[in-house]
């Protein structure tokens, strides 16, 4: 118990950091190596204050890592925005954002509180897959951004604000950009100073940022829409529906139908078209080859006939799988034993439809040759059993004879011996020639179907 409790502890603990781990580098600019003695670096599109670089710029502004107000630490991020120029800050994910992971954006803003006039709106982020290279002095008016802050929400300076937000990845982004996508409007400031300027435009308003954290919240859940194979019975109607977890969103299937499941008939490959709850409305598509039960066919094998008191097998076969038999004399296998004749029908189940086959049994005839045989040579000298003649009846088939009658004849026909007894043995005398003997025997008999009355004759030789 001690080991599987550290066990789960250990678990615990590298789940936990592996779940809140931090996926922007120098998240508080507190790393500048070059920075000078007052801890300023100004940044550039590509490079920035660390080799390899982190924070950088995204256009032709210049952001900048500054010592003067940070939240923590010594630094802190700063851009300009507003009516005369347009920054942006620029940093990478330490890792690749992963399909359908939701993530917990978040970072500390506050208007540099230094000769302030003006407060604005709507500072924004935008995640994006590849470097973020704009080279332009332009606001980034073709960007929509991932978040941005609400409007006429006006971002004061005296403390820090922190804003999240939530972003459910596309896939393979890598970078963010942070700053304001659009040129200022009417309504996008808010004056704060004592006297407005004559030209506002002539403003330059500066933006201080810290403490910036991406952490995923939310392993991506991998799901097949649909199954992986799916074998039908041709003819019938079929419903298919797609995994729950993608039952309230936008569906587009190949037969025309947009809800979570539908119906089909004979239909050979499906497809689906899911829209996604990702910033980017990916479309997930799946696709199923349909497989459809072969036909199946049913036959009874055995013997055509059956003798009365024997045992047959009947044995139903299948070229497919088939199951649950039945006989009409309620035996429940695929092979049924019977003793009598007759019509004889099973029944088997698919996993489309149900099969039924009889075959008739006809009696057969049972030969007395088969079951009861004389030598056809017997010796006065030799084996004991080969001294005598008589009757050798098989005994499976003993029950069948219900009376026998034989007798024993010399060359010139006179008789013998005689009995009635089917157990008789006759021992030849001295007197007995060495010669040819005909026996003529009477038996009645169960003939598989009915009791039969027979005469046979043989001969047999005495030999020395």
């Not at 118990?1 to 931090?22: D, K, T, V």
């Not at 969103?249 to 499906?270: H, V």
């Amino acid at each position: 118990m001690r080991q599987i409790f550290w066990f789960l502890i250990l678990n615990l603990f590298f789940h936990f950091e592996n779940y809140s781990q931090n996926l922007i580098p120098n998240p508080g600019f507190e790393q500048c190596d070059l920075c000078d003695s007052r801890g300023f670096k100004e940044l550039g599109i590509g490079f920035g204050a660390n080799v390899p670089a982190d924070w950088n710029s995204a256009t032709y502004g210049s952001p900048d890592i500054y010592s003067n107000l940070p939240k923590t630490g010594k630094r802190h991020g700063g851009f300009f925005t507003g009516f005369r120029k347009h920054e942006y800050l620029v940093n990478h994910f330490t890792e690749s954002l992963k399909m359908g992971a939701t993530y917990r954006f978040s970072f500390w803003l506050m208007a540099n509180p230094q000769n302030l006039n003006y407060i604005i709106d709507e500072i924004g982020v935008h995640i994006q897959k590849g470097k973020a290279v704009y080279p332009q002095s332009e606001p980034l008016r073709q960007i929509m951004p991932t978040f941005k802050s609400p409007d006429e929400d006006y971002i004061a300076g005296k403390i820090y604000r922190q804003f999240t937000f939530e972003y459910k990845a596309c896939g393979g982004e890598d970078h963010f950009i942070v700053g304001r996508f659009q040129a200022l409007e009417k309504m996008d400031t808010f004056f704060v100073g004592s006297k407005r300027p004559a030209d506002p435009y002539l403003e330059a308003i500066y933006y201080l940022v810290d403490d910036f954290e991406m952490i995923e919240i939310s392993a991506p859940v991998i799901a097949d829409p649909l199954p992986s194979e799916l074998e039908l019975c041709k003819d019938s109607l079929k419903s298919l529906r797609i995994h729950d977890l993608y039952a309230g969103l936008p569906i587009k299937w190949s037969t025309g139908a947009t809800g979570p499941e539908i119906q089909f008939k004979n239909e050979d490959l499906i497809w689906v078209e899911i829209i996604l709850d990702d910033a980017c409305k990916s479309i997930l598509r799946d696709t199923i080859q349909i497989q459809y039960f072969k036909d199946v066919n049913m036959k009874i094998l055995s013997a055509d006939s059956i003798c009365t008191g024997d045992t047959l097998e009947l044995q139903a076969i299948c070229n497919e799988k088939c199951f649950d038999f039945i006989w009409n004399n309620q035996q429940t296998d695929r092979i049924a034993k019977i003793t009598a004749p007759g019509i004889y029908t099973v029944r088997a189940k698919t996993f489309c439809y149900d099969l039924m086959r009889s075959k008739e049994i006809f009696p057969s005839h049972r030969m007395v040759q088969t079951f009861v045989q004389f030598p056809n040579i017997i010796t006065r000298s030799g084996l004991p059993e080969n001294q005598n003649f008589k009757a050798f009846i098989k005994p499976q088939q003993q029950h069948r004879i219900y009376n026998l009658e034989w007798s024993i004849f010399n060359r010139w026909g006179e008789k013998i011996f005689s009995s009635e007894d089917q157990n008789a043995v006759w021992q030849p005398a001295d007197t007995n020639p060495i010669d040819s003997y005909l026996y003529m025997y009477k038996i009645n008999y169960q003939d598989c179907n009915a009791v039969t009355t027979k005469i046979f004759k043989g001969n047999f030789n005495l030999i020395d």
